[in-house]
């Protein structure tokens, strides 16, 4: 099968130095060819040198990445490269200032620290969706906390936003399952103590730990998946939902209904099972009649299958490249997330992401009418994420990216000024 660009993109993993051999090993596995395939030899080009085709097209795919700033040479080591840092490209935020990025009828995108913005919100929240940064050893291009400091900086952030959740509103945090002990292949129990720390300290409750299966997901790790084989490859990530009062919560599962199979609706459509069967001791029974009643659709499961894939977001990207800017590498895929705004929250309902990125939670709450509010801290981030929002009713930017053009914002000092005059 043939392999593009981003395959290549996506065998390189946040925190990993990954030599060629490596690379061809994870590709080889992401793409499906037979290792042969790999070892071959062709003569290729005048000189009719003999090289693999496939190891050359991966190194031409690396050579696009690197000059588009995505992947860059690991110094000192030959043939290893890692997915860029770039942290020089990014303009963080100062303390306390905030701006509006862009906005819709619906929705306010803000460049801002979160804990310098939802202090100041008194307006009610139906639902915070959001994927925090991950407590990563080696942290990605716009930084995160270490794992040690994890659970109180997630707790301080969120705190602002949980006094502001309507009774029955909910959290829903998309984080990584892939967090290893240092130097072993046993998993971080962050989650766990993160888990214990919201219902302790926020006095949340727990309602599900909803499995994100990502069928996209590059095989790794690569250290104990592939090399020492004492891992399975990874294939999902966590989505922790909260709420403050369980009973009153706002979620519906008759908004997300999903289409009968075709042997449900022949079911339907005859009455219902012609059986009567006992199954796991008693506790299920079919009689006559059984799943003959007609509904409106079936109830999803816990485990919602979503890749990575999307047009939209290869638009995105490319506006954002044409105007120089980083993309961004960690985000949730829209689908994603409007299953579970239209999950959790009614229409009309406010939704908030405090560690926007590229604004996903935003533009699915736009697709699906809900009202939005988001903070990053990001410039780069925060400008780029408005592409996707030009068509959304009453857009406005600070940033004009639709004429290509993208200008680093204003020195400290006038944003302070501007700042004071921010009201929200
Ligand atoms: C995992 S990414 C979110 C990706 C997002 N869900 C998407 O689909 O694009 C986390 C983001 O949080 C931002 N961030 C980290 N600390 C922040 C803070 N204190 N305030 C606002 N944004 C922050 C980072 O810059 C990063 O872009």
């Not at 209904?257 to 199954?279: F, N, V």
């Not at 799943?291 to 659709?297: H, K, V």
Request: aromatic fraction near 8%; charge should be positive; proline fraction near 7%.
């Amino acid at each position: 099968m043939p392999f593009t660009a981003s395959s290549v993109q996506a065998a390189y993993q946040p925190g990993e130095e990954i030599s060629n051999s490596d690379l061809y090993a994870r590709l080889e596995q992401m793409v499906g060819v037979g290792v042969s395939a790999w070892r071959d030899k062709s003569e290729v080009g005048k000189a009719r040198e003999r090289c693999n085709l496939l190891t050359r097209k991966a190194r031409w795919h690396q050579q696009t990445l690197r000059s588009l700033g995505l992947i860059e040479r690991v110094p000192g080591k030959r043939g290893v490269w890692r997915l860029a840092t770039g942290k020089s490209e990014l303009t963080h935020a100062a303390p306390g200032v905030h701006l509006v990025a862009y906005s819709t009828d619906l929705g306010l995108a803000l460049w801002g620290c979160c804990s310098s913005v939802f202090p100041r919100i008194d307006e009610p929240i139906a639902l915070v969706l959001t994927s925090p940064p991950y407590p990563l050893r080696k942290a990605r291009a716009y930084g995160g906390p270490g794992e040690s400091s994890y659970t109180d900086f997630i707790c301080s952030a969120l705190e602002p936003l949980v006094k502001n959740l309507l009774p029955g509103g909910s959290i829903a945090l998309n984080v990584s399952n892939d967090c290893f002990v240092t130097g072993s292949p046993a998993r971080s129990t962050y989650i766990e103590k993160l888990t214990l720390a919201l219902e302790e300290r926020l006095s949340l409750s727990l309602m599900d730990r909803i499995v994100w299966q990502n069928p996209s997901k590059p095989p790794g790790p690569m250290q104990w998946a592939s090399k020492s084989r004492q891992q399975l490859c990874v294939g999902y990530e966590p989505v922790l939902w909260f709420t403050n009062d369980p009973k009153a919560c706002f979620a519906d599962n008759r908004r997300v209904l999903q289409p009968h199979s075709d042997r449900q609706k022949r079911l339907i459509a005859q009455g219902g099972e012609s059986r009567s069967a006992d199954y796991g001791d008693g506790a299920y029974k079919l009689r006559p009649g059984s799943y003959g009643r007609p509904t409106e659709g079936r109830i999803p499961r816990n485990v919602l299958q979503i890749g990575h894939a999307s047009q939209e977001v290869v638009r995105a990207r490319r506006v954002a490249q044409e105007a120089g800017l980083p993309t961004h590498g960690a985000m949730m895929p829209l689908r994603l997330a409007m299953f579970l705004i239209q999950f959790l929250t009614q229409p009309g309902q406010l939704v908030a992401d405090l560690f926007a990125g590229w604004n996903t939670t935003g533009l699915a709450a736009e697709l699906t009418e809900r009202r939005w509010m988001t903070t990053e801290r990001v410039a780069e981030y925060a400008a780029g994420s408005g592409s996707r929002f030009e068509s959304a009713v009453g857009f406005h930017t600070s940033f004009d990216l639709v004429a290509g053009k993208y200008c680093a914002p204003p020195n400290p000092d006038t944003i302070s000024m501007l700042n004071q005059q921010t009201t929200f």
